[in-house]
């Protein structure tokens, strides 16, 4: 069966990280007009928005809800005010309508012509929550894609992506793998940003993944997988977080904090192409961070090159690490002075596996910072939960 390809996922990091990067088939994005969405560059996003702001009038009445809107069951964890910022909508993603409504910003969200379609002809799998973080005061958009034939008695892993404004497009062709019997069923969950901020910015992403590092991991552990799991059985023994880039570098916080936390909601971690090297100093944060520092946070930042204490706080780590990057970021090895992503990639392997965790590592040669994302998402989904004979 023909797989959904990522056409514009990669574009945005130059911004995010001063990596040169891009996509293998950024050369065959073309814009999508009428009610669909762009998988072009910026500027025919914004062009097409213009033209759904104009169109937003005609667009008919919303169809009856679902009857799973009103059965939203919330944590304990949560507070009142999250509470009522915390519900279900329509799948705005697949209509112009639905995106206006609530004030779209939709340079946010790339989807390409094949996901589009896709998520029409699935929606009935893909329900999107809409979810507000008071500590942060933010909201969040979450997108959970149910396996085919959804049992809501039977237990199934959860595939957690960060930066669903990049990774929409490959959360899709999981689906569609499971859909043709690639790999067994899993609910896959992507994390972004409600339209109102720009998810894929540098202001939002170092917000969140590097400045706040510890109010998002509370945001993820304490209240969004809670409320996940509140809501669909979830096997969190079997359960994966996925994080690329400056998402890499939250899952490897995220991954070395875990133990602060009573509830474990995964059981393995991906990190792709995470710069740790440099978060600890003041020429990172000088160039990449448009945020206030001062030498105390410099430091903590410091602390991922020695796991931040986990070891120090614990004689094991009970996690499966998967650790990869392109081949190609070697080529940034004297970037500010500091190891390339392959070699961070490599002394984190060695690191952890020094510490006897069960790391795995690829460099996927001949690929840049994004190019490679979707051969490795495909691979590990079939891997990590291969298909029933």
Not at 354 to 378: D, F, P, Q, R, W
């Given at each position: 069966?023909?797989?959904?390809?990522?056409?514009?996922?990669?574009?945005?990091?130059?911004?995010?990280?001063?990596?040169?990067?891009g996509?293998?088939?950024?050369?065959?994005?073309?814009?999508?007009?009428?009610?669909?969405?762009?998988?072009?560059?910026?500027?025919?996003?914004?062009?097409?928005?213009?033209s759904?702001?104009?169109?937003?009038?005609?667009?008919t009445?919303?169809?009856?809800?679902?009857?799973?809107?009103?059965?939203?069951?919330?944590?304990?964890?949560?507070?009142?005010?999250?509470?009522?910022?915390?519900?279900?909508?329509?799948?705005?993603?697949?209509?112009?309508?639905?995106?206006?409504?609530?004030?779209?910003?939709?340079?946010t969200?790339?989807?390409?012509?094949?996901?589009?379609?896709?998520?029409?002809?699935?929606?009935?799998?893909?329900?999107e929550?809409a979810?507000?973080?008071?500590?942060?005061?933010?909201?969040?958009?979450?997108?959970?894609?149910?396996?085919?034939?959804?049992?809501?008695?039977?237990?199934?892993?959860?595939?957690?992506?960060?930066?669903?404004?990049?990774?929409?497009?490959?959360?899709?062709?999981?689906?569609?793998?499971?859909?043709?019997?690639e790999?067994?069923p899993?609910?896959?969950?992507t994390l972004?940003?409600?339209?109102?901020?720009?998810?894929?910015?540098?202001?939002?992403?170092?917000?969140?993944?590097?400045?706040?590092q510890?109010e998002?991991?509370?945001?993820?552990?304490?209240?969004?997988?809670?409320?996940?799991?509140?809501?669909?059985?979830?096997?969190?023994?079997?359960?994966?977080?996925?994080?690329?880039?400056?998402?890499?570098?939250?899952?490897?916080?995220?991954?070395?904090?875990?133990?602060?936390?009573?509830?474990?909601?995964?059981?393995?971690?991906?990190?792709?192409?995470?710069?740790?090297?440099?978060?600890?100093?003041?020429?990172?944060?000088?160039?990449?961070?448009?945020?206030?520092?001062?030498?105390k946070?410099?430091?903590?930042?410091?602390?991922?090159?020695?796991?931040?204490?986990?070891?120090?706080?614990?004689?094991?780590?009970?996690?499966?690490?998967?650790?990869?990057?392109?081949?190609?970021?070697?080529?940034?090895?004297?970037?500010?002075?500091?190891?390339s992503?392959?070699?961070?990639?490599?002394?984190?392997?060695?690191?952890l596996?020094?510490?006897?965790?069960?790391?795995?590592?690829?460099?996927?040669?001949?690929?840049?910072?994004?190019?490679?994302?979707?051969?490795?998402?495909?691979?590990?989904?079939?891997?990590?939960?291969?298909?029933?004979?």
């Open positions: 069966m023909k797989k959904i390809i990522s056409t514009v996922a990669a574009l945005s990091f130059l911004a995010c990280s001063a990596f040169s990067c996509s293998k088939n950024s050369s065959s994005s073309e814009a999508v007009t009428g009610t669909t969405m762009s998988s072009g560059t910026t500027a025919q996003t914004e062009d097409i928005t213009t759904a702001v104009t169109t937003t009038e005609t667009a009445e919303s169809p009856t809800e679902p009857d799973y809107f009103s059965k939203l069951v919330y944590p304990d964890t949560m507070s009142d005010k999250e509470k009522a910022g915390t519900a279900y909508r329509e799948l705005s993603l697949i209509q112009y309508g639905g995106v206006q409504k609530y004030g779209a910003n939709i340079i969200y790339s989807l390409n012509p094949d996901t589009l379609s896709f998520m029409k002809e699935n929606a009935d799998s893909i329900r929550l979810v507000y973080d008071e500590e942060l005061d933010t909201k969040f958009l979450v997108h959970i894609t149910l396996p085919p034939d959804y049992d809501e008695n039977k237990e199934y892993p959860v595939f957690f992506l960060t930066d669903s404004q990049f990774w929409i497009n490959e959360a899709m062709m999981m689906r569609e793998m499971i859909g043709s019997g790999a067994e899993v609910i896959i969950v972004g940003l409600d339209y109102d901020r720009d998810g894929g910015s540098v202001e939002e992403r170092s917000r969140l993944f590097i400045v706040h510890e998002t991991l509370d945001f993820v552990t304490n209240d969004l997988m809670k409320l996940i799991s509140a809501n669909y059985k979830t096997d969190a023994s079997r359960s994966v977080w996925s994080g690329h880039s400056w998402g890499g570098i939250f899952a490897h916080y995220a991954l070395c904090n875990s133990d602060k936390y009573d509830y474990q909601p995964f059981k393995n971690y991906i990190i792709a192409s995470a710069l740790l090297s440099m978060t600890g100093s003041k020429e990172y944060w000088d160039f990449d961070i448009p945020w206030e520092y001062d030498d946070m410099i430091e903590e930042h410091a602390a991922c090159m020695k796991e931040y204490g986990y070891f120090d706080r614990n004689a094991v780590m009970d996690k499966n690490v998967f650790i990869c990057a392109g081949g190609n970021e070697s080529s940034l090895e004297n970037w500010m002075n500091g190891m992503l392959t070699d961070n990639a490599k002394a984190l392997c060695d690191r596996t020094a510490h006897g965790v069960n790391s795995e590592l690829k460099i996927y040669e001949g690929e840049n910072h994004g190019t490679y994302l979707e051969e490795m998402l495909a691979e590990y989904l079939k891997k990590t939960f291969p298909a029933e004979k």
